[in-house]
């Protein structure tokens, strides 16, 4: 049963420390992206990567890192330089190319809340 | 950029009234348009999709409707049940290629039973 697997679903950080939320996909997608949900504000691009060992940064990626070493893994990193890290952090995946019948559609995750306490 | 403006923010309707969410996009490159459903708790599930080159694409009580000249689209859903009620997003992008869907701030949508 192909999916995309973020874990934990729920996480809490203490002032300055990292944390890293864990993204996996069995679908064969090519490129994966993290988003974050703020209530009102919708989804913010963070991070995305086309392509193992590249990524390219979104429209809000101070304070986060992340890594693509293998095709179904992409985890982000919220580090201590993020000042305001509590939020539903989205992971997707998506296909790329030109092929007309593809669904573009993302698949997401079930999501992670993050907390700091 | 591209830039997606998504209304009303909130939707509360009757259950069987049909409800209608609007987007309106920038960017006359973009050629896709997903929407995606969010469950309270749980990620954004595609539901419905149309590319540039058709103008209503329907599934069960669900349609989508897009007018490239005025650059809108719209969710139409029919005989609207309690199990809709979520938050809906509207997305625009150029399919293929890089693929970096712009959102908008997504629409609750309450029905009451």
């Known amino acids: 049963d192909g999916g995309i697997t973020q874990s934990p679903k729920y996480l809490f950080r203490k002032e300055g420390q990292n944390v890293t939320l864990s993204c996996e996909q069995n679908l064969n997608h090519d490129a994966m992206y993290w988003y974050r949900q703020d209530p009102g504000q919708g989804l913010r691009l963070i991070y995305y990567?086309?392509?193992?060992?590249?990524?390219q940064k979104g429209d809000i990626a101070e304070g986060y890192s992340v890594s693509r070493e293998k095709k179904e893994s992409f985890p982000l990193t919220v580090t201590s330089a993020q000042k305001n890290p509590t939020a539903f952090y989205l992971c997707a995946s998506g296909l790329l190319g030109v092929v007309p019948t593809t669904n573009y559609g993302y698949t997401f995750g079930s999501g992670t809340r993050l907390t700091v306490v | 950029g591209e830039n997606v403006e998504q209304h009303p923010s909130t939707l509360s309707v009757q259950e069987g009234d049909s409800a209608v969410i609007k987007c309106t996009y920038s960017d006359s490159a973009s050629n896709y348009f997903p929407w995606y459903k969010q469950e309270l708790g749980k990620g954004p599930q595609l539901i419905i999709d149309?590319?540039?080159?058709?103008g209503e694409k329907k599934d069960q009580r669900i349609a989508v409707t897009l007018n490239k000249t005025a650059k809108h689209f719209s969710l139409h859903i029919t005989e609207t049940q309690p199990e809709d009620s979520a938050v809906y997003f509207c997305?625009?992008?150029?399919?293929?290629?890089?693929?970096?869907?712009?959102f908008g701030r997504g629409t609750s949508l309450i029905v009451h039973p």
């Open positions: 990567s086309q392509i193992v060992n590249d990524f």
């Open positions: 149309i590319r540039s080159n058709v």
């Open positions: 997305a625009a992008s150029e399919a293929g290629g890089s693929y970096i869907p712009t």
